[in-house]
Each structure stands twice: as structure tokens, then as C-alpha cells.
T-cell receptor, first 112, second 114 residues
């Protein structure tokens, strides 16, 4: 099992739709979870962090965390073509000294 | 500084040469991470520092790779006897503390070994 797993995509959604991105992780002791956005040729940019079970909303973005299921997701409402990018899930591996591990990323394409 | 700074932005080197990549983290950030990203791939963890010590070096691909951090600030990633498969973007990130605070990335160093 990979430490952090994401569907590689590409995920294609029409403009205005909800995009749903998913991530699972292997370290049951992990406490901190992050979503990054990476445009082609650029470095990753932090968009959300979540530490507690449940939902966390920030504008059009909602992060959801379920520690019992070792699952974290990101919802993007009213998707825009400018949201087209690769979305990276990152998990802080508490039981491995706190290193920050990334999934392979999900490529999102929002079609006008 | 205002953000994480990496230098150089681009480096072209001949196979077999040594290279040094530099990362200057956000002021006050105690945790520093190095990753490698090959074209079209995800972020491969290399090493991370808590202050000047590296609790986890498990991601370094071979003994040609080494890293150090001095004064709890600047870090240098050194690749000896570069090979073509070392060609990638090397990314550095820093966070206020290890163990789960938000990490911010520099712009990366694109290394090309010819």
C-alpha cells in the first residue's frame, strides 16, 4: 500500500460543477492533512489544511476528513477553468517522525 | 525572508559533475523538507530537517545524495557524480514547526544533467 494514495485522473468536470478529489493514507496516527494545487511548471501552492474530523470550508473549497477511515477529500464548488491543475494531498506522518508525504496528485480539468 | 528561496533556478551540468542546490527557508521556520519531482510525476520525499538535524534520510536515492542545514536556516542538497536520471525539479519547503504545521514551497531548482 502506498503511504498516500490519490486517483491520478484526469478528472474532467464542466464549468460550474462540483469537483471531488479523494485521498487515502496509511498512517493511522497522522494528525495533519493538507491540499496543494500545482499548475504546470509551477511549485505546489497550499490551499487547505485540516486537522479534525469533519468538514472545513474556505470559499469554494471544502476539505473533509475521516480519520477512522483514513480518508481525506477536497470538494471544489462552482468549478472554474482556472481551477484546472494537479491537486496534491499531503499527510504528516506522525508515526514516522513527522515527515510530510505527498500523493501522486489528481489532474483536474474544468471544461468551459 | 518573505518566502522560501531556492537557488539556482536552473542548473545544467555535465554527467559526473557535482552540484549544490540551496534552500533559504522562511525566517523562523524550524522544519525544512526536500523533494524531487520528475517530469509528470508526484513529489518524491528526499529528506527533512528539524532544526539542524535530519530525523529521516530514508528518501535519499543513493549515497551520491547528501544534505545539510546549518544555523537552523539555510540548507544545501549536494548531488555527487551526477547521472542523467538525476534530472528533475528539486523542491524545498519549510514549516514553522515539524509535526504538522503548514509547509510552503520555494520555486524549485530545475536540474538537467547532460
Amino acid at each position: 500500500q502506498k503511504e498516500v494514495e490519490q486517483n491520478s485522473g484526469p478528472l474532467s468536470v464542466p464549468e460550474g460543477a462540483i469537483a471531488s478529489l479523494n485521498c487515502t493514507y496509511s498512517d493511522r496516527g497522522s494528525q495533519s492533512f493538507f491540499w496543494y494545487r500545482q499548475y504546470s511548471g509551477k511549485s505546489p501552492e497550499l490551499i487547505m489544511s485540516i486537522y479534525s474530523n469533519g468538514d472545513k470550508e474556505d470559499g469554494r473549497f471544502t476539505a473533509q476528513l475521516n480519520k477512522a477511515s483514513q480518508y481525506v477529500s477536497l470538494l471544489i464548488r462552482d468549478s472554474q477553468p482556472s481551477d484546472s491543475a494537479t491537486y496534491l494531498c499531503a499527510v504528516n506522518f506522525y508515526n514516522q517522525g513527522g515527515k510530510l508525504i505527498f500523493g501522486q496528485g489528481t489532474e483536474l480539468s474544468v471544461k468551459p | 525572508g518573505a518566502g522560501v528561496s531556492q537557488s539556482p533556478s536552473n542548473k545544467v551540468t555535465e554527467k559526473g559533475k557535482d552540484v549544490e542546490l540551496r534552500c533559504d527557508p522562511i525566517s523562523g521556520h524550524t522544519a525544512l523538507y526536500w523533494y524531487r519531482q520528475s517530469l509528470g510525476q508526484g513529489l518524491e520525499f528526499l529528506i527533512y530537517f528539524q532544526g539542524n538535524s535530519a530525523p529521516d534520510k530514508s528518501g535519499l536515492p543513493s549515497d551520491r545524495f547528501s544534505a545539510e542545514r546549518t544555523g537552523g536556516s539555510v540548507s544545501t542538497l549536494t548531488i555527487q557524480r551526477t547521472q542523467q536520471e538525476d534530472s528533475a525539479v528539486y523542491l524545498c519547503a519549510s514549516s514553522l514547526e515539524p509535526g504538522g504545521t503548514e509547509a510552503f514551497f520555494g520555486q524549485g531548482t530545475r536540474l538537467t544533467v547532460v
